[in-house]
């Protein structure tokens, strides 16, 4: 049986340096231990270039004790079978040297460019990603970015593409929970509590572009309040304090009820899982064409009574309403207040059950990325 080495490329040199503050940099090392679980991986490797040369994180990566391995692009370029490209960029001399040695290069792609560059484009925002050239032997997609990016990147890329897992673990929510615990003594989870007829509401929508915003989760929570303010102690709106001045943003939310009685507030940007510990009982959330979230996992890690309108989230998995419908999600939001504590524990085994589908052991996301190195090395 062949066995491969394989190489993921990694930002080392990023000037945030927050694991948190993007779910790639989770996603690839969530793709790094799937790699090391396949018996078909000889190697694996996190490839990194830059003006400074790092081979070694920063600490806000938290990526300490996760057996992982580092190197520069030049030491093993030309030792590789395949090279991934994850958060840096390949370049086409880098593809050259892949195919010298027979080689093959692959676009894993875990964020939603389509829509992304059409904002960049209108809005004259700095350039993400820029298509310089390379040309890949295939492209990896994740299912939340199949109906927009499929032809874009197929097309720009010149190559094949094909759907893969989303993989995700808990590791990185973990060390958060162990230093909640550790230095201030917090646990971490949901805790049912029949007597609490109000509850504190969060949502956690990176507000970057139009595939996650507040205002849905605003709407609906504004809606609820309006049909039975005695059931909302609060709501925090995360990622939008930097927002609070923006005009539109502050007549729309200036003129609401929520604001206006002061059960609303702007909040900062937080490690989820530390926010939620504090201050939250449920978490509201609201996507367009991005139905498959880290933040989904971690509020669904913690057992939180998770409110959503992704289709892609099997059926039972947190509480469904549908797409930009606020009242629907209002009348959800007041139904989970009423009644989730009662069915909490079935609630938290079908989430539990969910998670563990997406785990890189699991052996069925092993073998579908096992598929796609073999394709590539196809006659």
């Known amino acids: 049986m062949r066995k491969y080495k394989i190489g ?53 990566f938290m990526l300490e004790d996760l057996s992982l391995k580092f190197a520069y692009i030049d030491d ?44 960049y484009f209108l809005f004259d925002k700095p350039a993400g990603r820029v298509f310089n050239g390379t040309v890949f032997d295939s492209v990896w997609l994740i299912p939340q970015h199949e109906n927009t990016c499929y032809s874009y990147f197929s097309i720009m890329y010149n190559s094949p593409a ?33 007597n609490d007829t109000a509850k504190r509401i969060a949502c956690f929508e990176a507000n970057i572009n139009v595939v996650k915003t507040s205002f849905t989760p605003i709407l ?21 304090y930097d927002k609070k001045d923006n005009p539109t943003f502050f007549n729309f939310i200036g003129r609401t009820q929520i604001v206006g009685n002061n059960i609303m507030t702007v909040e900062a940007r937080y490690q989820m899982p530390d926010f939620l510990t504090r201050y939250v009982d449920i978490v509201l959330s609201h996507q367009w064409e991005n139905g498959l979230n880290y933040a989904y996992n971690d509020a669904l890690y913690g057992g939180y009574p998770f409110i959503h309108n992704s289709k892609l989230l099997p059926k039972g998995v947190g509480y469904y309403y549908d797409q930009f419908d606020a009242f629907e999600g209002a009348k959800v939001l007041l139904e989970v207040i009423e009644n989730h504590d009662k069915r909490h524990q079935a609630y938290v085994e079908r989430a539990n059950e969910y998670l563990e589908s997406l785990l890189p052991t699991n052996p069925v996301n092993v073998y579908l990325y096992e598929k796609e190195i073999k394709r590539l090395f196809e006659k």
């Open 8 to 60: 993921i490329t990694f930002n080392l040199e990023n000037k945030v340096t927050d694991i948190w503050a993007n779910g790639a940099n989770q996603n690839v090392i969530h793709l790094f231990h799937l790699f090391q679980h396949s018996d078909i991986v000889e190697e694996v490797v996190l490839v990194s270039w830059g003006p400074e040369k790092r081979t070694e994180p920063p600490a806000g």
């Open 76 to 119: 093993v370029i030309d030792k590789l079978d395949v090279l991934i490209e994850g958060t840096l960029t390949i370049e086409p001399n880098q593809r050259e040297r892949m195919h010298a040695h027979g080689g093959k290069i692959v676009a894993y792609k875990i964020g939603n460019d389509f829509i992304m560059d059409m904002e």
């Open 162 to 194: 094909f759907i893969v897992p989303a993989i995700w673990s808990p590791i990185f929510c973990d060390k958060v929970i162990k230093r909640l615990k550790e230095a201030h003594n917090l646990q971490f989870g949901y805790q049912p509590n029949l």
């Open 220 to 240: 609906i929570c504004e809606q609820a309040y309006r049909t039975d303010p005695s059931k909302i102690k609060h709501f925090y709106a995360c990622n939008t």
